[in-house]
Nanobody, 122 residues
Framework: QVQLVESGGGLVQAGGSLRLSCAAS????????MAWFRQAPGLEREFVAA????????NYAETVKGRFTISRDNAKNTVYLQMNSLKPEDTAVYYC???????????????WGQGTQVTVSS
């Protein structure tokens, strides 16, 4: 089992930046891929970005490509999401997720955090 705790959400103006963090604990000695998802009010949860255990593979949703960057520090068991050029449509609850895997993936995550709210004002 892996426990995930997100932080770093908040209120920002359009065009601004935020950095989300997700700290993992529990059974973290096994290789695991990590990802960020988001869910806006009234919409389904959607994939945002993912990174492999070795950090050599990343994957992004088209809507955030070029604006968001996912990274991880395995020594700290932490994954980050740097969000730049934020838009009002990026407003959502952002969730961190993990799965025991060497590879990036957009689905099939087993462990989830409780989420952190990101609000982008126009």
């Amino acid at each position: 089992q892996v426990q995930l705790v997100e932080s770093g959400g908040g209120l920002v103006q359009a065009g601004g930046s935020l950095r989300l963090s997700c700290a993992a604990s529990g059974r973290t000695a096994v290789r695991y891929a990590m990802a960020w998802f988001r869910q806006a009010p009234g919409l389904e949860r959607e994939f945002v970005a993912a990174i492999s255990w070795s950090r050599d593979m990343t994957n992004y949703a088209e809507t955030v490509k070029g604006r968001f960057t996912i990274s991880r520090d395995n020594a700290k068991n932490t994954v980050y999401l740097q969000m730049n050029s934020l838009k009002p449509e990026d407003t959502a609850v952002y969730y961190c997720a993990a799965v025991y895997s060497d590879y990036v993936r957009q689905t099939g995550y087993d462990f989830w955090g409780q989420g952190t709210q990101v609000t982008v004002s126009s």
